[in-house]
């Protein structure tokens, strides 16, 4: 209980039902090892707390930034809603700490892992706004936005994702990614592209945009989402290429 009051305090709100917050630290490792304790992890939490954060720092960038362009706009939700800097956020909050898995994910070093800690913030945020709405949600996504928003700014993190996934890929399988547009969409003025980023023949992201350098862009940085996933998964399978398996 100590241990929820201490990171209540750090996220700003005071639960009025502790059972959400209990949940969104449930991992499915502890519920599988501990099913007489717990009667749901936090997977449904992390899926709702996906949504709001989308909106949430949607609308943080909108308002901060009255002039910029949607491209750009998109650009910067996506860095900011990315896996690892979720996860930093999640470092930020000592989420890790109070996090309830499973005693092999733990010895493993569940609690330091990206994809583990990102879900786990994901499914803080659901529970925050069930509990409580959007303000407190809001409040706390600007305290931990702004710092990583000035970061990710500065050394462009934002801008080139392709260039990242290109060095990844190379790195990782020795393969340089192609990008294939998948559609062509709306009138000359306004026309929406869907661009697909493979390695060998699978598709490893998609983005959407008013250009094929955008869309290119964003499914870039969707394939960087998955790579980030991929590297701290402790399956094998899924540090091969399909043709590899």
Not at 45 to 55: N, P, Q, R
Not at 160 to 187: C, H, M
Request: glycine fraction near 6%; aromatic fraction near 8%.
């Amino acid at each position: 209980m100590a241990d929820l009051e201490a990171l209540e305090t750090r996220l700003g709100i005071h639960f009025k039902d502790y059972s959400l917050l209990s949940r969104a630290l449930t991992h499915r490792s502890f519920l599988n090892e501990n099913p007489e304790q717990a009667l749901e992890d936090n997977e449904r939490l992390e899926f709702l707390g996906d949504a709001v954060l989308d909106f949430v720092v949607g609308a943080y960038l909108y308002h901060r930034f009255p002039e910029m362009k949607e491209g750009e706009l998109t650009m910067l939700r996506a860095a900011l809603v990315r896996a690892r800097t979720l996860a930093d956020f999640a470092r930020q909050l000592g989420i890790g700490d109070c996090l309830q898995l499973g005693y092999g994910e733990a010895e493993s070093g569940g609690r330091e892992r990206v994809p583990t800690l990102c879900a786990t913030f994901e499914a803080v945020i659901g529970a925050m706004y069930l509990d409580q709405g959007l303000p407190p949600v809001q409040a706390l996504v600007q305290n931990l936005a702004g710092p990583a928003l000035d970061k990710i700014m500065a050394d462009s993190l934002h801008r080139d994702a392709k260039s990242e996934f290109q060095i990844w890929a190379q790195a990782r399988y020795n393969v340089t990614p192609r990008y294939q547009v998948l559609a062509a969409e709306g009138p000359d003025h306004a026309k929406i592209f869907t661009v697909a980023v493979l390695l060998e023949n699978e598709t490893w992201g998609v983005g959407h945009g008013r250009s094929k350098q955008a869309a290119a862009q964003m499914a870039a940085t969707a394939a960087l989402e998955r790579a980030e996933t991929t590297e701290d998964s402790d399956d094998p399978d899924l540090l091969l290429l399909p043709e590899e398996l």
